[in-house]
């Protein structure tokens, strides 16, 4: 009989969990509509394309992101394909909601990197790219709308290099592009995939002679032959090799071609992507490593959703399980807190559609009924008191005033605000003189469009939001508040976060620098992390 440590490595080995990131409308939604599709999880794939569009994505489950065809939410997949057990982190593209996306980006092993074929590496792109750089997760690209005309494979390629700084391994070729686009090369296993708009899958394999099988020409023609022998032959001389270690390690991303809105290539990528791609792997903690299989169950919240079901008002906190075996109903400690809390109906998503689970593996993403227990960050573990890392937070950049415009919808009003900022999208502060006022923080401005759409969709609140001028945050370690309320003046304004800390909000770095010059005795921090580290090292000394 196996004992529980071969059960649990055996079940991490399926596992795969990864993040899907990209510039908007590089075909990030469609492509995971794609792999769901592959892996029976749907029957019919809803593609974006418009407000008037009948169909809609599975993971663009808000109705905001049904109206604008935009992605607002992350939101966690699970499928089974060929014996694997796969966890897709769908995020937003849009740069207002990086802040999410961030955070989603540490529950994942590996990430997924699109890139539309005529745009290359956009300004998103980028961003999230160094997120994931920095963290050292494997990155596989998937170069999209090969049907369309768009740059040059090789420039794509050179793009990577110069832009990211990252090099690539095509792991196969397109033969054409746009109208001539007519299949990929596969460089690994000497075929080509011929390209059919109907879906089906068509392979011509070649001699030994591969590429150079002259058979090749009969099919595709002659110009489309020439390129693909020159292209393939400087890829041979010139391009990196395939490399494991270099991959895993973030290093080399393995590069592939295709068309998502046709899934073609997107099977021969998930094919491929989960024999590549990592298992689920230790994560860092305030006691080192945590190892999957050998420490008892633990995880992390990196996401709170309110109203995923709007009829029943309900929010979920979304675990992400970093070792050991979960199972239904049992106790853990809930670390914040101190206090051991007992997670009863855990459950695994299809977007908004959900199963009960009775138990979950290093990887899985499971969703936690919340009655206001859980914050983002939040470690729950079976078994000691430790911490995993930080998630990120970013001080806001916007702001705006927030004026309830029915006083009779007070109660609905109170608990919207509540709970859509304890999602951590966006962050509320009053002001500290005897109005109390509520101030909204966002990272992105496109976060207030959808604070107010939530609060009357989900809560029936009407508002009004008043933009204020201020472009900074800043934390402010003092003991004497009442000295501190003096920082307000023409621009600056003194408030507290939802956690009672001191905040004083500027226009420009140049009113931030006035203020630091003017108040030597006090200091100011970019984010409540930097004042919290501030406090405890403090209490130490």
């Known amino acids: 009989m ?3 440590y071969e059960e649990i490595h055996s079940q991490v080995e399926k596992r795969r969990t990864f993040a899907i990131i990209s510039h908007p409308d590089a075909g990030k939604t469609t492509l995971t509509e794609k792999l769901l599709l592959f892996g029976g999880a749907i029957r019919m794939a809803g593609e974006v394309k418009s407000r008037k569009a009948k169909k809609f994505a599975t993971s663009d489950w808000m109705q905001i992101e049904k109206e604008r065809g935009i992605s607002v939410t992350s939101s966690a997949m699970q499928f089974k394909y060929q014996g694997q057990h796969i966890n897709i982190l769908d995020t937003p593209g849009h740069q207002d909601f990086s802040e999410d996306t961030y955070r989603t980006l540490t529950a994942a092993d590996s990430a997924v990197m699109l890139l539309d074929a005529a745009k290359g590496v956009e300004t998103q792109t980028i961003k999230l790219f160094k997120v994931c750089s920095q963290r050292g997760i494997p990155i596989f690209t998937f170069i999209n709308k090969m049907d369309r005309y768009g740059k040059e494979p090789l420039d794509l390629l050179e793009e990577l290099e110069l832009v990211l700084g990252i090099r690539s391994c095509p792991m196969n070729w397109p033969i054409g592009m746009g109208d001539e686009f007519c299949g990929i090369y596969d460089r690994q296993n000497h075929r080509i995939e011929m390209y059919r708009q109907d879906g089906q899958r068509d392979f011509i394999y070649p001699d030994q002679r591969g590429v150079e099988d002259p058979s090749i020409r009969d099919v595709i023609g002659d110009s489309l032959y020439n390129k693909l022998c020159e292209d393939i032959a400087l890829l041979d001389i010139a391009g990196d090799p395939f490399d ?4 895993s390690q973030g290093k080399l991303t393995p590069v592939y071609f295709g068309s998502a809105i046709s899934k073609f290539g997107v099977q021969t990528f998930l094919d491929e992507f989960l024999q590549l791609a990592p298992a689920p792997h230790a994560h860092m903690s305030s006691i080192g490593p945590v190892d999957t299989v050998k420490t008892a169950f633990s995880g992390f919240i990196f996401k709170i959703q309110a109203n995923m079901n709007p009829a029943h008002r309900d929010r979920i906190a979304f675990l992400r399980v970093c070792s ?8 853990v400690n809930h670390v914040r807190s101190g206090k051991k809390i007992k997670l009863a109906q855990p459950q695994q998503f299809l977007a908004q559609d959900r199963d009960i689970v009775d138990e979950a593996y290093p990887g899985d993403i499971i969703g936690l009924h919340d ?13 000691g008191s430790f911490k995993f890392e930080r998630l990120p937070q970013f001080p806001p950049e916007h702001f705006a005033r927030v004026i309830n415009l029915n006083a009779m ?3 609905q009003f109170q608990k919207g605000e509540n709970q859509l900022v304890e999602e951590g999208t966006v962050q509320a502060f009053r002001t500290t003189d005897r109005t109390a006022d509520l101030i909204l923080g966002v990272v992105g401005e496109l976060q207030f469009e959808v604070f107010s759409y939530r609060l009357k969709a989900e809560y029936g609140a009407d508002i009004r939001l008043q933009r204020l001028p201020y472009q900074l945050a800043r934390w402010v370690a003092a003991e004497n508040r009442i000295e501190v309320s003096k920082l307000s003046n023409l621009s600056s304004l003194c408030v507290t976060d939802q956690d009672d800390r001191i905040v004083v909000l500027c226009e420009s770095e140049f009113a931030l620098r006035w203020l630091v010059e003017k108040n030597a005795d006090l200091t100011f921090y970019a984010s409540a992390y930097e004042l919290d580290d501030h406090h405890e090292l403090s209490n130490a000394t």
């Open 2 to 4: 196996a004992t529980i």
């Open 409 to 411: 919808k007070s109660k």
């Open 324 to 331: 050991g075996k979960f199972e239904r109903g049992m106790a």
């Open 244 to 247: 494991q270690e270099k991959i």
């Open 371 to 383: 009655a206001g227990n859980f914050r983002i960050g939040d470690t729950l573990c079976a078994e």
